[in-house]
Protein backbone atom coordinates (compact mmCIF):
# COMPACT_ATOMS: atom_id res chain seq x y z
CA UNK A 1 0.00 0.00 0.00
CA UNK A 2 2.41 2.70 0.98
CA UNK A 3 6.43 2.49 0.77
CA UNK A 4 7.96 3.63 4.45
CA UNK A 5 10.25 6.60 4.10
CA UNK A 6 13.80 6.29 4.88
CA UNK A 7 15.39 8.40 7.93
CA UNK A 8 18.47 9.66 6.92
CA UNK A 9 21.68 8.65 9.23
CA UNK A 10 22.55 11.81 10.52
CA UNK A 11 19.14 11.88 12.37
CA UNK A 12 19.23 9.07 14.12
CA UNK A 13 20.48 10.25 17.13
CA UNK A 14 17.47 12.77 17.60
CA UNK A 15 14.74 9.95 16.17
CA UNK A 16 16.38 8.42 19.26
CA UNK A 17 15.44 11.45 21.64
CA UNK A 18 12.30 11.93 20.23
CA UNK A 19 11.28 7.82 20.83
CA UNK A 20 12.31 8.02 24.88
CA UNK A 21 10.42 11.46 25.11
CA UNK A 22 7.35 9.58 23.43
CA UNK A 23 7.43 7.02 25.84
CA UNK A 24 7.57 9.44 28.77
CA UNK A 25 4.87 11.04 27.20
CA UNK A 26 2.73 7.47 26.97
CA UNK A 27 2.49 7.48 23.20
CA UNK A 28 4.50 3.76 22.94
CA UNK A 29 3.20 3.40 19.15
CA UNK A 30 5.28 6.91 18.15
CA UNK A 31 8.05 5.51 20.15
CA UNK A 32 7.45 1.97 18.37
CA UNK A 33 6.99 3.64 14.74
CA UNK A 34 10.20 5.77 15.16
CA UNK A 35 12.24 2.81 16.53
CA UNK A 36 11.34 1.10 13.52
CA UNK A 37 12.43 3.62 11.34
CA UNK A 38 16.20 3.37 12.93
CA UNK A 39 15.92 -0.17 12.91
CA UNK A 40 15.23 0.08 8.87
CA UNK A 41 18.45 1.73 9.12
CA UNK A 42 21.10 0.43 11.22
CA UNK A 43 19.09 -3.08 11.89
CA UNK A 44 21.53 -3.53 15.80
CA UNK A 45 21.31 -0.11 17.25
CA UNK A 46 20.87 -1.39 21.08
CA UNK A 47 19.40 1.92 21.65
CA UNK A 48 17.05 1.07 19.61
CA UNK A 49 16.14 -2.19 20.17
CA UNK A 50 15.99 -1.64 24.14
CA UNK A 51 13.46 1.48 23.48
CA UNK A 52 11.52 -0.45 21.23
CA UNK A 53 11.01 -3.48 23.40
CA UNK A 54 10.26 -0.81 25.95
CA UNK A 55 7.53 0.77 24.16
CA UNK A 56 5.80 -2.65 23.38
CA UNK A 57 6.33 -3.48 26.82
CA UNK A 58 3.73 -0.24 27.67
CA UNK A 59 1.17 -1.35 25.49
CA UNK A 60 0.55 -4.67 26.99
CA UNK A 61 -2.44 -3.54 28.60
CA UNK A 62 -4.12 -3.48 25.14
CA UNK A 63 -2.70 -5.87 22.64
CA UNK A 64 -0.89 -8.59 25.06
CA UNK A 65 -0.35 -11.58 22.98
CA UNK A 66 0.62 -9.40 19.91
CA UNK A 67 3.14 -7.55 21.98
CA UNK A 68 5.03 -10.40 23.99
CA UNK A 69 5.05 -12.08 20.89
CA UNK A 70 7.02 -9.27 19.33
CA UNK A 71 9.17 -8.36 22.65
CA UNK A 72 11.07 -11.99 22.13
CA UNK A 73 11.83 -11.31 18.67
CA UNK A 74 13.47 -8.26 19.95
CA UNK A 75 15.24 -10.13 22.64
CA UNK A 76 16.65 -12.21 20.25
CA UNK A 77 18.48 -9.18 18.90
CA UNK A 78 19.72 -8.15 22.12
CA UNK A 79 23.36 -9.39 21.83
CA UNK A 80 24.74 -9.14 25.30
CA UNK A 81 23.76 -12.09 28.06
CA UNK A 82 22.69 -9.26 31.01
CA UNK A 83 21.13 -6.86 28.86
CA UNK A 84 18.79 -10.32 27.44
CA UNK A 85 18.13 -11.63 30.28
CA UNK A 86 17.32 -8.36 32.14
CA UNK A 87 15.13 -6.95 29.84
CA UNK A 88 13.35 -10.33 29.33
CA UNK A 89 13.03 -9.61 33.03
CA UNK A 90 11.48 -6.72 32.15
CA UNK A 91 9.27 -8.14 29.69
CA UNK A 92 7.85 -11.07 32.30
CA UNK A 93 7.70 -8.46 35.29
CA UNK A 94 5.00 -6.33 32.79
CA UNK A 95 3.48 -9.21 31.45
CA UNK A 96 2.53 -10.05 35.20
CA UNK A 97 1.61 -6.38 35.57
CA UNK A 98 -1.04 -6.30 32.32
CA UNK A 99 -2.48 -10.12 34.27
CA UNK A 100 -2.38 -8.40 37.37
CA UNK A 101 -4.42 -5.08 36.21
CA UNK A 102 -7.17 -7.04 34.45
CA UNK A 103 -7.88 -9.59 37.14
CA UNK A 104 -10.35 -12.72 36.62
CA UNK A 105 -9.96 -16.71 37.32
CA UNK A 106 -6.25 -17.79 37.86
CA UNK A 107 -5.08 -14.32 37.15
CA UNK A 108 -3.55 -14.05 40.74
CA UNK A 109 -1.20 -17.64 40.21
CA UNK A 110 -0.56 -16.59 37.00
CA UNK A 111 0.82 -13.16 37.84
CA UNK A 112 2.68 -14.88 40.50
CA UNK A 113 4.55 -17.44 37.87
CA UNK A 114 5.15 -14.74 35.74
CA UNK A 115 6.85 -12.41 38.35
CA UNK A 116 9.24 -15.55 39.85
CA UNK A 117 10.14 -16.38 36.38
CA UNK A 118 11.31 -12.46 35.89
CA UNK A 119 12.93 -12.75 39.56
CA UNK A 120 15.02 -15.57 38.32
CA UNK A 121 16.04 -13.98 35.27
CA UNK A 122 16.66 -10.78 37.83
CA UNK A 123 18.84 -13.28 39.52
CA UNK A 124 20.93 -14.82 36.62
CA UNK A 125 21.64 -11.11 34.97
CA UNK A 126 22.59 -9.75 38.06
CA UNK A 127 26.11 -11.35 38.67
CA UNK A 128 26.94 -10.09 34.46
CA UNK A 129 25.45 -6.51 35.23
CA UNK A 130 28.19 -3.58 34.78
CA UNK A 131 29.77 -2.41 38.06
CA UNK A 132 27.61 -0.03 39.97
CA UNK A 133 24.77 -1.48 37.93
CA UNK A 134 22.05 -2.91 40.56
CA UNK A 135 19.28 -2.39 38.30
CA UNK A 136 18.75 -5.93 38.61
CA UNK A 137 18.47 -5.80 42.18
CA UNK A 138 16.06 -3.10 41.91
CA UNK A 139 14.17 -5.19 40.00
CA UNK A 140 13.83 -8.08 41.88
CA UNK A 141 12.72 -6.19 44.91
CA UNK A 142 10.10 -4.50 43.04
CA UNK A 143 8.67 -8.18 42.14
CA UNK A 144 9.22 -9.21 45.60
CA UNK A 145 7.03 -6.31 46.99
CA UNK A 146 4.40 -6.82 44.31
CA UNK A 147 3.99 -10.21 45.45
CA UNK A 148 3.99 -9.31 49.79
CA UNK A 149 1.43 -6.65 48.72
CA UNK A 150 -1.43 -8.47 47.10
CA UNK A 151 -2.53 -11.53 48.29
CA UNK A 152 -4.35 -12.44 45.47
CA UNK A 153 -0.48 -13.35 44.01
CA UNK A 154 0.20 -16.48 45.21
CA UNK A 155 1.49 -19.92 44.27
CA UNK A 156 -0.76 -22.67 42.32
CA UNK A 157 -1.46 -24.55 45.82
CA UNK A 158 -0.18 -28.11 45.15
CA UNK A 159 -2.04 -30.77 43.21
CA UNK A 160 -3.72 -32.39 46.62
CA UNK A 161 -2.40 -36.13 46.69
CA UNK A 162 -4.78 -39.11 45.57
CA UNK A 163 -5.84 -40.83 48.68
CA UNK A 164 -4.54 -43.97 49.10
CA UNK A 165 -6.46 -47.08 48.70
CA UNK A 166 -6.49 -49.94 50.64
CA UNK A 167 -7.25 -53.55 49.49
Request: hydrophobic letters at 40%; glycine letters at 4%; one cysteine or more.
Amino acid sequence: MFELKRISSGAVTAALEKAVHYRLLNEPMEAESICSDVLMLEPDNREALVTLLLALTDQFDQHLSERVRRTKEVLDRIDDDYSRLYYEGIVCERQAKAHLRKGGPGSGHYTFALLRKAMDLYEKADPLSPEGNDDAVLRWNACARIIMSHPEVEAEPPMPRKPMMLE
